[in-house]
């Protein structure tokens, strides 16, 4: 159950696109098609952006994208906006019904 | 509209025990998974456990096994998380939220503070 693993922050400028990585295992990211990424401004209830490892909610906008390589999801985040600036969290299900959160990213908008 | 909303946190000294309440509305909550989720100060998300809708299958973050007991009241569309034995490393905001198979939580409620502390 170790965390899986972003980077601590990413930064872009409004219309640019970013990238967010989040590492794991093939017990977790790398062994099941249910990552999960969320939205989250401190103080707030998170977010869902992404489930099953590139489908959108209801809402969310296309902008908002998803991807998976072996053991290692991505979020990219494309025509940036300044409102789009929170921490970013992937999530992969563990097995038994078990799920493991990453470290989280910051997304700066420069 | 979905509203999920929790109570019970506060100040409590280490050693101490406290039972969280989640109260819901907007969905079939006796159809649904449920799941804690916490943030410490500064730190990250982490999954804490979930039960299923008949409440027969619970799971654990192994941090919490033995100290945690999740529970659900389908009648009154309520979630609970009892924590014994708290250490000053449970202090954190904890959020319940609907789990589904390819998320941990789909809706989220807005948290509750925890603090263990002397």
Redesign the interface.
């Known amino acids: 159950?170790s965390?899986l693993t972003q980077p601590r922050s990413v930064s872009g400028s409004p219309g640019q696109s970013v990238t967010i990585s989040c590492t794991g295992t093939s017990s977790d990211v790398g062994g099941y098609n249910?990552v999960?990424w969320?939205q989250?401004h401190p103080g707030?209830?998170?977010?869902?952006m992404i489930?099953?490892v590139s489908?959108r909610?209801s809402g969310v906008p296309d902008r908002f994208s998803g991807s998976k390589s072996g053991n290692t999801a991505s979020l990219t985040i494309s025509g940036l906006r300044a409102d789009d600036e929170a921490d970013y969290?992937c999530?992969s299900?563990a097995g038994?019904?078990?799920?493991?959160?990453?470290?989280?990213t910051k997304v700066t908008v420069l | 509209e979905v509203q999920l909303v929790e109570s019970g946190g506060g100040l409590v000294q280490p050693g101490g025990s406290l039972r969280l309440s989640c109260a819901v509305s907007g969905f079939t909550f006796s159809n649904s998974?449920m799941?804690w989720?916490r943030q410490a100060a500064g730190k990250?998300?982490?999954?804490v456990a979930?039960i299923?809708p008949d409440g027969r299958?619970k799971?654990y973050?192994?941090s919490v096994k033995g100290r945690f007991a999740i529970s659900r009241d389908n009648a009154k569309n309520s979630l609970y998380l009892q924590m014994n034995s708290l250490r000053a490393e449970d202090t954190a905001v904890y959020?319940c939220?609907r789990?589904?198979?390819?998320?941990?939580?789909?809706y989220?409620?807005?948290?509750t503070l925890v603090t263990v502390s002397s």
Do not use: M
Request: net charge negative; charged share 15%.
């Open positions: 159950q965390a249910y999960s969320y989250h707030k209830a998170p977010k869902l489930y099953d489908q909610p969290y999530c299900f038994r019904n078990t799920y493991v959160f990453g470290t989280g | 998974w799941t989720v990250g998300l982490e999954w979930n299923n299958e799971n973050v192994d959020y939220a789990n589904t198979l390819t998320a941990a939580g789909d989220w409620g807005q948290g």
